[in-house]
């Protein structure tokens, strides 16, 4: 499976921007994917994670209510919405899936980064002041 994370870029506080991770090989709608963010010098960290079918989601608490993960199994594609976005915000984002494990059909949502199978190369937010 290919992760292909995009849509970071330059924003002003307050701002939006709507990033994208398009997977290539593998069973996309039995993944639970997430969204981790990373600042240089610091350990990964969890943003959000979404279930195979996008009913369940779960965010870290400081961006609840900002940003918003969802899904497109048509597309292959998971996204995450970040509106009023803050200076502590900037980081690279990474994307990720996590298939089933064994005996189960679907791969449940995690907020662990060691449970993920699939790594994106990562696309870069800066939100200035």
């Known amino acids: 499976v290919q992760l292909q994370a995009s849509g970071g870029g330059l924003v002003q506080a307050g701002g939006s921007l709507r990033l994208s991770c398009a997977a290539s090989?593998?069973?996309?709608?039995?993944?639970?994917m997430g969204w981790f963010r990373q600042i240089p010098g610091k350990e990964r960290t969890f943003v959000s994670t979404?279930?195979?079918?996008?009913?369940?989601?779960y965010y870290e608490d400081s961006v609840k209510g900002r940003f918003t993960i969802s899904r497109d199994n048509a597309k292959n594609t998971v996204y995450l919405q970040m509106n009023n976005l803050k200076p502590e915000d900037t980081a690279v984002y990474y994307c990720?899936?996590?298939?089933?494990?064994?005996?189960?059909?679907?791969?449940?949502?995690?907020?662990?980064?060691?449970?993920?199978?699939?790594w994106g190369q990562g696309t870069l937010v800066t939100v200035s002041s």
């Open positions: 979404i279930g195979s079918d996008g009913g369940i989601r």
């Open positions: 090989g593998g069973s996309f709608s039995s993944y639970a």
């Open positions: 990720a899936a996590r298939r089933p494990l064994s005996g189960l059909r679907v791969g449940a949502p995690s907020t662990t980064g060691g449970s993920y199978d699939f």
